[in-house]
């Protein structure tokens, strides 16, 4: 196949929601996020066009028995602000089966670890994201995963990775482990409903070369949201210093009214691994308006208080969010 047609395949498919071959369900979703913003950064402050994780995918089923199913998704990142070759990004990408014992992925998919934390984060996505200061948000490659069925509320889920993951190999030349594995157990719903609460803990055993523990809370009752997470993070690398470990934890609190969502979330971490290479802490503050299940709008603002740097970050920002 050419790649030019290869490439154009999920935009053929995006023509139709959902089909049907040979009794098998075909679905292709996706998640358009822009957002007018003003950056500060490096003391220069401008004012851009923002792409906030945008993205498309097909995902699908079938029946192989009356035990078993297959399963698969393929997403792809797309960088609308972005007119460089590198505008299309894969992200989660698998193949598995579901069955009496649970769910087994092969593939390209978000670590255990990482999944634990639910929905938790009110920014998340946007540059409020906890990555910024939390390590371990991973998503891995040559892995398999694995997730157990539900024994109420309660649900454990396992990540391998295997020695042929290239950023595992690099972790490993300076020091850390060939493989890695996370683990995490989950109890409740993840979604924010009222009378609902999500509690998880997990672990991470020197996946990328960061070996990571994390408890997970939140909830909601009559209008009220609030949510709580705690982590700690150590580096396995020989090139690390150990002045780079250590805890962090978040907090946050929302309303809703309406169609409104008020937010607000504060992050503080003594660790320097997560994306921004910092201790530090960052509040941020915004608000959600949802037209309907599809669309909505939000504006925010986030403040970051970077220990490590010579100068702190600012995001301000207005976008508008579109699901299919």
Do not use: C
Request: hydrophobic share 35%; glycine share 8%.
């Amino acid at each position: 196949m050419k790649y030019s047609s290869l490439f154009a395949l999920p935009f053929v498919l995006l023509a139709t929601p959902t089909l049907a071959i040979d009794s098998e369900q075909l679905t292709v979703y996706g998640k358009l996020n822009l957002a007018v913003q003003i950056n500060d950064e490096n003391d220069d402050s401008t004012t851009e066009l923002e792409s906030h994780y945008s993205r498309f995918g097909i995902k699908g089923k079938q029946a192989i028995n009356a035990d078993w199913t297959a399963v698969y998704l393929l997403e792809w990142q797309v960088n609308i602000d972005d007119d460089s070759d590198d505008a299309l990004k894969g992200r989660n990408q698998y193949l598995g089966l579901q069955g009496p014992i649970g769910e087994v992925l092969l593939g390209r998919k978000d670590s255990a670890f990482k999944s634990s934390q639910g929905k938790v984060d009110r920014f998340g996505d946007i540059n409020g994201d906890l990555a910024g200061f939390f390590a371990s948000d991973d998503r891995v490659d040559e892995s398999v995963h694995y997730k157990s069925p539900k024994w109420g509320d309660a649900q454990l889920s396992a990540t391998y990775v295997l020695e042929g993951n290239a950023k595992q190999g690099n972790a490993a030349d300076d020091g850390a482990s060939k493989t890695a594995y996370s683990l995490a157990v989950s109890y409740g719903g993840s979604k924010w409903k009222n009378g609902e609460w999500f509690a998880s803990a997990a672990y991470n055993s020197e996946m990328l070369g960061i070996t990571s523990y994390r408890a997970t809370v939140y909830g909601q009752y009559e209008n009220i949201q609030l949510g709580a997470m705690v982590q700690r993070s150590e580096s396995d690398k020989a090139s690390d210093s150990d002045d780079k470990d250590g805890n962090g934890y978040l907090l946050n609190a929302a309303y809703k009214m309406n169609q409104w969502v008020l937010k607000t979330q504060y992050q503080n971490a003594d660790m320097a691994l997560g994306n921004k290479q910092s201790e530090g802490d960052v509040l941020s503050v915004g608000a959600d308006y949802h037209f309907n299940k599809a669309t909505s709008a939000y504006i925010f603002s986030s403040a970051f208080d970077l220990d490590r740097k010579e100068y702190d970050e600012n995001y301000h920002g207005v976008g508008l969010i579109h699901l299919f």
